[in-house]
């Protein structure tokens, strides 16, 4: 199993995927965005001259002191290359332009990496050149400064080209985002999260204040960096338009996010609001916030990890008999996941069947209607933090309404009540690629079999303080599934 998925085949599935959806012209655009970031070109025709007169001046150092002098005679040349990309960069209308610029980018950078190197190499040799070679040096962290710059330069001329997008958010309306955003709010933890999963984080000045994920986003908060616009349920937008953000994302399933949608749009602000009702929405946001970003190469990076981890979930379960389940989202009154979300697609794929599941959404239902459903396991979610949802406070509850019947529960009587907390549940809670994670939680809960643990070693109090589920994960699932669910805890 192990051997079947790996980092090459996600690379391979990125490029299928780019080539097949974006068509050959937005896939060659990927290819020199993957290029500028992860490779050097080779030399060119100029920098083995430079390269064959240091070898020389490294040769010979002692008796020819003006070989020295040819070093800043490359320096010069070099210099005056750099002005002469930043004229072309100032000009550059096209890809055909950028890709030229890219190139020679490219080709400087390394050649100033090699020529620093033997300046320095030089400088250790020669004592009495010192100073010349220290100010050679100077000269060498002044270009590559200038080179870094022009870099960023043709990535975000690169991301322009993306520019102006229309993306068809989760309440079927097409929003048209101009330019390359830079102010973003976000108004649910989910939206923020999807952010950080695309690559987009970095420019979010506002979120919502349950937003806690990732943890830089929380030190953030902390220095001032990103202000909090009001609750999930009920964003300012007073606070959202004193950040005169240029994108907006919430999501489709909360009203107060579509009125927030209707008046910002009124000022002429994009708002995306995401469909959030199952795992294939998950991917969906993915993509709309890459297009809507600028950031789709990191979009279908997290689709392709996050269906990977999926599918190893699949693989690691396959075979399992399936276990009755129920998920209990409030005890008192007693409020369940229900069919048509995304809690119940992971209750199935981590090996249980929702006893719950011919219902939708998250209905409030009976204390017999548990009673008669007889689920062999029950799982209470409990927030981050101290909720106050506790095993024993759900079987009072229980017993205050069925009396002794409660114990007639499989789950009541074996002991199987597990309460998720923290991260484990903001996971489960929170349609965004971090839910893949909850899918291993409740399969160790729901299957501990398969992880060679029995029911009774489980905490009924299940974080990761508690019940370390990437160490059972270890040997079991790809090195890349492990490492994408540890991002998920932060």
């Known amino acids: 199993m ?18 097949i959806i974006l068509g050959v012209g937005f896939y060659a655009i990927y290819q020199e965005l993957a290029s500028l970031r992860s490779q050097v070109e080779g030399l060119n025709t100029r920098y083995e001259e430079i390269s064959e007169s240091l070898e020389e001046v490294q040769g010979a150092f002692e008796s020819s002191r003006g070989d020295i002098e040819s070093i800043a005679s490359s320096l010069e040349s070099i210099q005056d290359r750099v002005s002469k990309i930043e004229e072309r960069l100032g000009s550059a209308a096209t890809q055909s332009d950028l890709d030229a610029v890219a190139r020679e980018l490219a080709s400087l950078t390394q050649q100033l990496e090699d020529l620093q190197a ?9 004592a009495e050149a010192g100073e010349r070679l220290d100010q050679l040096a100077m000269a060498l962290q002044d270009l590559q400064a200038r080179l870094a710059s022009l870099e960023e330069r043709v990535d975000e001329v690169y991301a322009s080209l993306y520019f102006p997008v229309t993306v068809v958010d989760g309440t079927g309306t097409p929003v048209v985002i101009l330019e390359r955003p830079e102010r973003i709010v976000s108004m649910a933890p989910s939206a923020t999260e999807t952010l950080y999963y695309v690559g987009a984080l970095d420019r979010v000045v506002g979120v919502d204040q349950y937003s806690d994920f990732p943890p830089e986003l929380n030190e953030a908060k902390e220095a001032g960096e990103v202000e909090v616009i009001g609750g999930y349920w009920n964003p300012s ?11 907006v994302v919430g999501v489709a399933s909360v009203p107060n996010h579509i009125q927030v949608k209707k008046v910002l749009s009124a000022y002429g602000i994009p708002v995306i609001l995401l469909p959030d009702s199952s795992l294939e929405d998950v991917r969906e946001s993915m993509m709309i916030v890459g297009k809507a970003t600028g950031e789709v190469v990191g979009a279908y990076e997290a689709v392709l990890k996050f269906d990977m981890a999926v599918a190893a979930a699949g693989l690691l379960l396959e075979g399992v008999e399936p276990v009755e389940t129920a998920v209990v989202v409030w005890p008192n009154p007693l409020f369940v996941v229900g069919g048509g979300t995304w809690e119940h697609e992971v209750i199935e794929l981590a090996g249980g069947v929702n006893v719950y599941g011919d219902t939708q959404g998250w209905p409030q239902v009976s204390y017999e209607s548990l009673l008669e459903a007889d689920p062999d396991v029950i799982i209470l979610m409990g927030g981050h933090g101290n909720s106050g949802v506790t095993v024993e406070g759900f079987i009072e509850a229980l017993e205050s309404q069925l009396g002794e019947a409660a114990w007639e529960i499989d789950a009541v009587a074996s002991g199987r009540i597990y309460v998720l907390l923290d991260e484990y549940n903001d996971s489960f809670a929170r349609p965004s690629p971090r839910t893949v994670l909850s899918i291993y939680v409740l399969a160790v809960l729901i299957q501990p079999s398969a992880f060679d643990i029995q029911p ?10 508690t019940l370390d589920v990437l160490g059972l994960l270890e040997g079991r699932v790809p090195e890349e599934v492990l490492e994408f669910l540890g991002e998920a805890l932060g």
Request: hydrophobic share 45%; glycine share 10%; no cysteine.
């Open 2 to 19: 192990q051997g079947g998925i790996s980092l090459t085949h996600i690379a391979a599935g990125i490029a299928v995927v780019a080539l």
């Open 118 to 126: 033997r300046i320095q190499a030089l400088e250790e040799s020669g």
């Open 237 to 247: 937008i007073e606070a959202i338009l004193s950040l005169e953000p240029d994108l």
């Open 456 to 465: 009774g070693d489980l905490p009924s109090e299940v974080s990761p303080e």
